[in-house]
């Protein structure tokens, strides 16, 4: 099957259910300071789970693009990748579990033709300290929907038998079948919502086991064994829990389905072939790399690994590039220019030396630009963006190999240290010390690396803490006190004022701008002056759903335009009349009801950070 034929029958099938097509959210998301990229395709769907109503109404049908970074180091075996896209059905207080995995059997076995001889299922196993009961609703279901075609579905916990013992759905605890933006039940913040979820496995067979690198290595193959023979294609999460203060759980207002697909791994089910990088979508990339190398992907299992790294990373380079990413050294560009110098280094293991890159661009763009149009337009700019990354660590290289020069030993740290800085891979590292008879551990190397990586975790974490997308009290009044910013500055410096980024959290609001000037202490004073005096006097914050181009004509402004679906949410402050306002945006919120709810405000810090663009800094 085709990728967008297997699309268009899930959209259509969802379609036929009542639900309504939403567009693809960006993957960089909105107004979220918890995370860098959409990992998942319930990210931008958080504040509907907590009964905020999409303006599309309780049942939605998507297909989201996610990018997973901690997922860059896993690429080379047959199932992990970057980039990848969710299939996606929600259900916000609306249906449950019946009619969930109901539709959902459906369209693998009827609609898609999966073999349900070859579908396995896992469930929550319960946890009594959480006081959440065992799944056994959907294990009733399960075996029903089984029995339909012929199946008798053993139900079997998993922490009391070795390897599969003929059982068909399978009990696993909170590591497995568990979701949350935020992992298992002890590592969610207070306030993040939660819920037991049940996975569909896909079984290519006892002969497709590929490596011993399995959690069963020493026994019986299992369906959360890593060894290539089962596959996990989807998992429906059963939304209903949110986290307290006191680390128990109280169950959310209403009832919600969070379902993701992942396109790619289902694409490999319906082909039956367990490497989602033989199926259509990466086919041609991995052709065109055959040719330009002169080398075959099935040569060697070095060869595979070398041919998927540069696959995966460069589609995922291009899909970042289209929403905005592209290489540097700063927050979602630092990916970006890994990704593409990681494919490069794999791609002079199979023996491509020249520039390759822009030739590569338009193949991956002519993969998805039926479902992102917008990827055809800005065509050139990937590929002059990208090429200039390659031409870059070309040079890079040159550099790695002048500071070699200047150390008489290499070791694992100063290897660290030029991968780190410069860029340099390990493997040249290795290599050169090996010409010079010396000897470049890569366990010295690791631990240069996980040093440095635990710092970084330690920074990073608390990206997080805010939680929820981030909707706390703090973080809300902030998110409002944006649209009073961005008015008030329009309002004194001028029409000119456009905003270029922002970023919140409980205790800041920061904000970019364009202007082509410091602001005197003058301008800074009467800009605090005009937000509070707002904030004053209490008016009201009311929401709206329209279509986008009715919002623009009302005056709404957008400086993102173009991330906004064609249906979009408008925030508007003011009393009175429709026209006397203050401020007019798209946003997704969350947002508070009455200016009076931000409190006092004080700009305590504004800078330039690039030529025409300002920063400002308030609480």
């Known amino acids: 099957m085709q990728a967008n034929k297997l699309k268009q029958l899930y959209l259509d099938f969802y379609k036929n259910k009542n639900h309504q097509i939403v567009p693809s959210s960006s993957i960089v998301p909105e107004n979220d300071p918890t995370t860098l990229f959409t990992g998942s395709g319930m990210q931008p769907m958080m504040e509907y789970f907590l009964g905020v109503p999409h303006p599309k109404g309780s049942r939605i049908v998507d297909i989201q693009k996610c990018f997973r970074s901690q997922d860059i180091e896993e690429i080379g075996d047959n199932r992990h990748i970057t980039f990848f896209e969710m299939l996606g059905n929600w259900s916000f207080g609306d249906y449950f579990k019946n009619e969930q995995l109901e539709w959902l059997f459906d369209f693998l076995v009827n609609k898609i033709n999966l073999d349900p001889k070859k579908l396995f299922v896992t469930v929550f196993s319960g946890n009594i300290k959480l006081n959440i009961d065992k799944d056994l609703d959907s294990v009733e279901i399960w075996k029903k929907l089984f029995s339909k075609v012929g199946i008798e579905a053993i139900d079997i916990d998993h922490s009391q038998i070795n390897g599969m013992q003929a059982g068909r759905i399978f009990y696993f605890d909170e590591k497995y079948n568990w979701w949350s933006r935020a992992g298992v039940p002890d590592n969610m913040p207070a306030g993040e919502p939660g819920g037991p979820d049940s996975e569909v496995f896909y079984d290519f067979g006892a002969d497709k086991k590929i490596h011993e690198n399995s959690l069963f290595k020493n026994q019986v193959c299992h369906v959360n064994c890593d060894c290539g023979r089962f596959l996990e294609i989807c998992n429906s999460v059963f939304m209903q829990y949110r986290k307290q203060n006191d680390g128990g759980f109280i169950e959310l207002s209403q009832r919600n389905v969070d379902f993701g697909g992942g396109f790619e791994r289902i694409l490999a089910a319906i082909n039956d072939v367990n490497d989602v990088f033989m199926t259509s979508i990466f086919k041609d990339i991995i052709e065109y790399l055959e040719m330009i190398s002169n080398k075959k992907y099935s040569e060697s299992e070095k060869n595979k690994r070398s041919f998927r790294v540069v696959a995966d990373h460069l589609r995922a380079a291009v899909m970042l590039a289209a929403d905005g990413v592209y290489p540097s050294n700063k927050e979602q560009g630092y990916f970006s220019r890994r990704l ?62 002048k500071e070699i020069e200047k150390h008489s030993v290499l070791n694992g740290e100063i290897a660290f240290k030029l991968y780190e800085t410069h860029g340099f891979p390990f493997e040249l590292t290795k290599e050169i010390a090996q010409e010079k008879g010396q000897t470049v551990s890569l366990e010295s190397f690791q631990k240069a690396q996980k040093a440095h990586a635990d710092l970084s975790r330690s920074s990073s974490s608390q990206k997080f803490k805010g939680g929820l997308q981030d909707s706390s009290v703090e973080t809300t009044r902030y998110h409002t006190a944006t649209h009073l910013l961005h008015a008030a500055l329009r309002k004194i410096l001028g029409k000119h004022v456009e905003q270029k980024g922002s970023n919140i959290t409980a205790n800041r609001l920061r904000f970019d701008f364009s202007h082509p000037k410091a602001l005197t202490k003058e301008e800074i004073i009467e800009v605090e002056n005009q937000i509070n005096a707002w904030i004053t006097e209490s008016l009201t914050v009311s929401v709206k759903y329209m279509k986008k181009s009715e919002a623009l004509k009302s005056g709404a402004i957008a400086f993102f335009v173009e991330k906004y679906p064609e249906d979009v949410t408008v925030y508007t402050i003011g009393n009175g009349t429709d026209t006397s306002w203050v401020s007019r945006e798209l946003c997704g919120g969350p947002h508070v009801e009455n200016t009076s709810q931000i409190g006092h405000i004080q700009i305590f810090k504004e800078q330039a950070i690039s030529n025409g663009i300002r920063r400002i800094y308030l609480r």
């Open 340 to 401: 593409v110098r990681r494919s490069v280094r794999y791609a002079k293991m199979i023996g491509i030396n020249d520039l390759f890159i822009k030739d590569l661009v338009p193949l991956i763009i002519g993969l998805y630009q039926d479902f992102y149009p917008d990827l055809l337009s800005k065509s050139n700019e990937i590929q002059n963006v990208l090429s200039q990354e390659e031409k870059k660590f070309a040079q890079t290289i040159q550099k790695g190999l």
